[in-house]
């Protein structure tokens, strides 16, 4: 892939997926493809500094991915990727198990150490 806007781009066209947005662990937005990235880039860093100190409490390698439940019943997901941060908000409707496949495949061409090199 080009850059990170054709990154975001084919995420955005996973079936199911109503758009996403990438961040920079500093919470640097870098592409996005969602309306209100805002409403999102905190919730991200947030989150990905809880799944840190979980991670090192318990002793897990790495985190591949954080949910939540939105009041629409939409559900986000937050990547980490190396350095980076990948939201998505996916449709209630749409298949976990296909989505999840489709972003690791993606992001297995743009990340160094993969998922699961996230940490």
Same mark, same amino acid.
């Given at each position: 892939?080009?850059?990170?806007?054709?990154?975001?781009?084919?995420?955005?066209? +996973?079936? !199911? +997926?109503?758009?996403?947005?990438?961040?920079?662990?500093?919470?640097?937005? +870098?592409? %996005?493809?969602?309306?209100?990235? @805002? =409403?999102?880039? @905190?919730? /991200?860093?947030?989150?990905? #500094?809880? #799944?840190?100190?979980? /991670?090192?409490?318990?002793?897990? #390698?790495?985190?591949?991915?954080?949910?939540?439940? %939105?009041?629409?019943?939409?559900?986000?997901?937050?990547?980490? +990727?190396?350095?980076?941060?990948?939201?998505?908000?996916?449709? =209630?409707?749409?298949?976990? @198990?296909? /989505?999840? @496949?489709?972003?690791? %495949?993606?992001?297995?061409?743009? #990340?160094? !150490? !993969?998922?699961? !090199? =996230?940490?």
């Amino acid at each position: 892939m080009a850059n990170a806007s054709d990154f975001v781009d084919r995420v955005s066209r +996973i079936d !199911g +997926i109503v758009g996403c947005v990438l961040i920079r662990n500093d919470g640097k937005k +870098i592409a %996005q493809s969602l309306d209100n990235p @805002e =409403a999102y880039t @905190e919730l /991200m860093q947030s989150s990905n #500094s809880i #799944s840190a100190d979980v /991670m090192d409490s318990i002793g897990f #390698s790495y985190c591949r991915y954080v949910s939540f439940t %939105q009041e629409n019943f939409d559900e986000f997901y937050m990547f980490p +990727i190396e350095n980076y941060l990948l939201g998505v908000v996916k449709l =209630a409707e749409c298949s976990l @198990e296909t /989505m999840l @496949e489709t972003v690791y %495949q993606l992001i297995g061409r743009v #990340s160094t !150490g !993969g998922a699961e !090199g =996230a940490y």
